[in-house]
């Protein structure tokens, strides 16, 4: 299963972009200006527009940034560099949530600055049921906008597919499955992207905390199937107790 492209494909497609933005940069070293690229799958088609083919970027800042900077774009060039970085949430009950940090601000001033980014984001996201709506924050981190970005019936959440995986594939997966709570891939201006998977564990009640942790970012990594996008994870315990970090292979 392609998730690198059903859920951080971000390129250009019918003069749009057609992808999930889930919070830092590609798994493939590139420039801060380059875009990396996935191949498409035999369910994606490929990314691009007739005038000014453009290749699916899986970071999806960068991705945003480069087709905003693109010379057949009308959008401004200048609003790239007021998106710093771009990270898709998901939790129990809800669709997924793209929140895009600015540095718009301080203060008030956002709210009066932040239109014209919103309103080409959510251009550019072109209604992927990945994420239902999109929240732009201020350089100090303060909600100032929000926009719809999907409004079907079916949105995605990967939360739900991967718990869905756990239960399904792993040993003990049934009994770990129920205590993954929350889903985020962050991605920025440098460096691969970085997913964090949170738990309801509490390392003083759950002796083998440490170990259930282990266990889902070795799960994590084998659903992740060497998709590009994202360089590692992270999974917590609730009280931020326990940890267990796992570097990521990408593609070949």
Known sequence: MDKAKRFARRGVRSGLLSVAVLLLATACATSDEENSSSPSSSSTPPA??????????????????SWLKTNKSSKDDELAEHALSVSLDYSDGRSGIAKVLTNYGPWGRAESQVGPLAEAFTAWWDKDPAASSAHFLSQGGKTVKETALYAGDKPENLLTEFRSWVAQNTSGGR??????????????????????????????????????????????????????????????????????EKELTPAS
């Open 48 to 65: 691009g527009r007739a005038d000014a083919p453009s290749k699916d970027n899986p970071n999806l800042l960068r991705g945003f940034r």
């Open 175 to 244: 009994r770990l499955a129920p205590h993954i709570t929350a889903l985020t891939l962050g991605y920025g201006v440098k460096g691969s992207g970085a997913a964090t998977v949170s738990t309801n564990y509490l390392t003083y009640k759950a002796p083998q905390t440490q170990n259930y942790l282990e266990s889902i970012s070795e799960a994590f990594a084998a659903w992740w199937e060497k998709e590009e996008g994202v360089g590692n994870v992270t999974v917590t315990s609730e009280d931020q107790g326990s940890q267990a």
